[in-house]
């Protein structure tokens, strides 16, 4: 069975600092991560994705994450937090092969301080 | 890119009464389609998978009575939630599959409040 654990369920951040979101996998086969970024009554946008090839993703508004087999981890990261950044961020996990379904963390919310 | 429309954004309906939420893939087709049950400060619960011209396949504990999903096109699923109770109050979102790797696409999601 396939998990995906995001640890801290609120992250607080001054603006300009550094972001970092966790997330953890459980899998007997590394599976296909992502993170999206949620707004209020809104659905869900990619920020980035692994499948294979290189364990750094870079993704949209300045986000990237790395894929570490060794920790079973893809934390999301972003140099310096904007007031715009603030969201529900969620880390996702399926199964290599097409249209498996995603599995969920539980989100963290991100806050940013001026 | 990939865009799927969901709606409506927001309904509200009396207890008793059935709601159709529509999601559209606008741009591809798409083979596989997902619906989800979100709760307050709460992460994505999978309600079901559908996939064009079959029956859905509906995950543990949803009741398939209650919460009818039809995907009769590659283009459009629906989902009905029948005899609505103020306990399905919930935001669901509606995600299609083009088949490809990172192929998710969700749409905006549709605010259900049952009175």
């Known amino acids: 069975a396939q998990s995906v654990t995001q640890l801290g369920s609120h992250v607080s951040v001054s603006e300009g600092a550094l972001v970092l979101l966790r997330c953890n996998y459980s899998?007997?086969?590394?599976?296909?991560l992502f993170w999206y970024v949620q707004y209020p009554n809104q659905g869900l946008q990619l920020l980035l994705k692994y499948t294979t090839g290189a364990t750094l993703v870079k993704g949209i508004n300045g986000f990237e994450a790395e894929f570490k087999k060794s920790e079973t981890s893809f934390h999301l990261t972003k140099p310096s937090a904007h007031m715009s950044d603030a969201a529900e961020y969620f880390c996702a996990g399926r199964r290599p092969g097409t249209a498996s379904k995603l599995t969920f963390g539980t989100g963290t919310r991100l806050q940013v301080m001026l | 890119g990939a865009v799927v429309s969901q709606h409506p954004s927001r309904v509200i309906c009396k207890s008793g009464t059935s709601v159709k939420i529509e999601c559209r893939s606008l741009d591809f087709q798409a083979t596989t389609m997902f619906w989800y049950r979100q709760f307050p400060k709460q992460s994505l619960m999978l309600m079901a998978t559908?996939?064009?011209?079959?029956?859905?396949?509906?995950e543990q504990g949803v009741e398939k009575d209650k919460f009818l999903i039809n995907h009769a096109s590659l283009t459009l699923s629906t989902l009905t939630v029948t005899s609505a109770h103020p306990e399905d109050s919930s935001f669901y979102i509606c995600?299609?599959?083009?088949?490809?790797?990172?192929?998710?696409?969700f749409g905006s999601g549709t605010r259900l409040t049952v009175v």
């Open positions: 899998s007997s086969v590394p599976p296909y």
């Open positions: 995600s299609a599959s083009t088949g490809e790797v990172d192929g998710y696409t």
């Open positions: 559908s996939n064009e011209g079959s029956k859905a396949t509906y």
